[in-house]
């Protein structure tokens, strides 16, 4: 592929996220754009389509994966949909990036992006959080050496994003037993600060062990208007090993009292720490402070310009922020030539079978090791 190459991307789902961070990140990269846009409520693709001067809206997807002039699938549709979607526009041969999580189970996920390998396709998991300047330039200054050794990484994703029982929630599953409680912040929630934990202490999970627990019992169903039980894990904390032999824990919750998006990133190593913290505050979403050996007071560091998409910084909206430098980093690789792929399929199936895992450790009461296949055989 030459750099004069546009990549030309089909939207599936036009909902909040499409057009509060996916769509304004592709209209800010003049190195692609969006031919094709396709969601079952029409209007809504069509309001998309002209807001972000779309040609081409479908209701069915596979009136646009198909197409011969796309080059990139972007599947921001209900969870339960990612996994046929992007199998869908994986067998069309097109690049796919997907909201998280691709499969509720991990093998699933493997699957997929196996056999996106096989056909040379790249693909990218909507790991939002990864891409805020401030979390880019932490992973830079720990590959740099800033903290040493990795010692001890604390993770959280919480708000109070449902907190009131009354904000309307999708039902996780309709048929879910409600005497059985369902994971839902662990993986909604926990997936990305699961995926930061790996990538910045440079290491899998060994070992895991946690607990959930449903706070709010009874909840508004988006779908119908109504309150019903419903039995989630809304909390959740689990403990974990790395195998390169850090050690680390993770929270998660959207009944905590807070802002969003609401990540705290904490890596502290023989050489010095780094905290991220993520959460919208005084018109700011972002945050990274250091400290060293010799000067323990934590300092708040400055993000270079150069991690910023262009005209970007900490006081626009951590939606179109983080996600601007996430599509751009993946178009970029797309027009590499190379094989990178970052934040692909493969990271998913890990930070996926970590969740599988956690599930697991909490049903019956012990500690879990990983990976789930080599314990399990
Ligand atoms: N990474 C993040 O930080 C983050 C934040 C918010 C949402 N999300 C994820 O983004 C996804 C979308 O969330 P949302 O809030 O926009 O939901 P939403 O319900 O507002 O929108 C989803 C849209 O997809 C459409 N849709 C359903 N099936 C479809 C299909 N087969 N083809 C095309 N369109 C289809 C629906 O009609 C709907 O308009 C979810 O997976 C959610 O978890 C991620």
Request: net charge negative; glycine share 8%; hydrophobic share 40%.
């Amino acid at each position: 592929m030459t750099s004069e190459r546009i990549i030309r991307v089909a939207v599936l789902g036009a909902g909040a996220w499409a057009r509060h961070a996916h769509l304004p990140g592709y209209l800010r990269d003049p190195r692609c754009r969006v031919v094709a846009i396709a969601d079952p409520d029409r209007a809504l693709a069509q309001d998309a389509a002209a807001a972000f001067g779309i040609p081409v809206v479908a209701r069915d997807h596979t009136e646009v994966v198909r197409r011969e002039d796309v080059d990139l699938v972007d599947v921001c549709t209900p969870s339960a949909t990612h996994f046929e979607l992007s199998m869908a526009a994986l067998e069309a041969g097109k690049h796919v990036l997907c909201e998280k999580p691709v499969a509720f189970d991990y093998r699933e996920t493997l699957r997929a992006s196996a056999f996106a390998r096989s056909r040379r396709l790249k693909t990218r998991l909507g790991f939002t959080f990864r891409f805020s300047p401030a979390m880019q330039y932490m992973k830079a200054l720990i590959d740099e050496g800033f903290i040493g050794t990795p010692f001890i990484f604390n993770g959280y994703e919480q708000n109070s994003q449902w907190l009131d029982p009354k904000t309307p929630l999708r039902q996780v599953d309709p048929d879910a037993d409600p005497s059985v409680l369902h994971v839902s912040s662990l993986e909604g929630y926990g997936a990305p600060i699961i995926d930061l934990g790996m990538w910045f202490t440079g290491s899998p999970f060994a070992q895991v062990v946690g607990t959930m627990r449903n706070f709010i019992p009874e909840r508004m169903v988006r779908a119908t208007g109504r309150m019903m039980r419903m039995n989630i894990d809304d909390g959740d904390i689990f403990l974990g090993e790395f195998a390169n032999g850090a050690i680390g824990s993770v929270q998660t919750s959207f009944v905590t009292v807070g802002n969003y998006p609401g990540l705290e990133a904490r890596m502290y190593g023989s050489e010095g720490a780094l905290i991220c913290r993520l959460v919208e505050e005084r018109g700011i979403c972002e945050v990274l402070r250091g400290a060293k050996p010799d000067a323990v007071e934590f300092e708040t560091m400055t993000v270079p310009e150069r991690f910023y998409p262009p005209g970007g910084n900490a006081r626009e909206s951590w939606r179109t922020l983080f996600y601007a430098n996430l599509v751009s980093s993946f178009i970029s690789e797309l027009l590499s030539g190379d094989d990178r792929n970052e934040a692909d399929f493969a990271d998913g199936a890990r930070v996926q079978e970590v969740i599988n895992a956690v599930e697991r450790s909490y049903r019956e009461r012990r500690w879990v090791s990983l990976p789930l296949v080599e314990a399990s055989s």
